[in-house]
């Protein structure tokens, strides 16, 4: 590998390619979760909600290192992504606490509690 290809490939500046390949990988852990959840591949059912959370964080990555070229090349799409890129990392955040530093499992009384409107159903 080339000098010029790492020093290109970080320069998010100027340089798209590292935000597409983030947004290609997050886009094949999400297959990867779609296909854990079938019979064939069982073997990998333990592992499908790691799958999801990191195909969630490589493109919300990918969202934030795009959000660099946009900032410098094109402002107003960089002030759409931005509103974007907060709910993605709230979003994540809470799937991240809810999923992995909770001991309990998620139930739906544990996250709208016994006394909401969603717990009658």
Request: net charge positive.
């Amino acid at each position: 590998m080339s000098e010029k290809f790492t020093e290109d490939l970080f320069d998010l500046k100027n340089d798209r390619r590292l935000s597409v390949y983030l947004y290609r990988a997050g886009f094949g852990c999400w297959l990867l979760y779609i296909l854990s959840g079938a019979h064939f591949l069982h073997a990998l059912r333990m592992y499908r909600t790691d799958f999801g959370i990191f195909s969630f964080f490589l493109m919300v990555l990918g969202l934030s290192a795009s959000m660099i070229y946009d900032y410098h090349h094109h402002p107003a799409e960089f002030e759409q992504k931005k509103k974007w890129l907060a709910v993605g990392y709230l979003v994540l955040a809470g799937l991240i606490y809810f999923l992995i530093l909770r001991d309990q499992p998620v139930t739906f009384q544990g996250v709208f509690g016994s006394n909401s409107l969603f717990s009658r159903f």
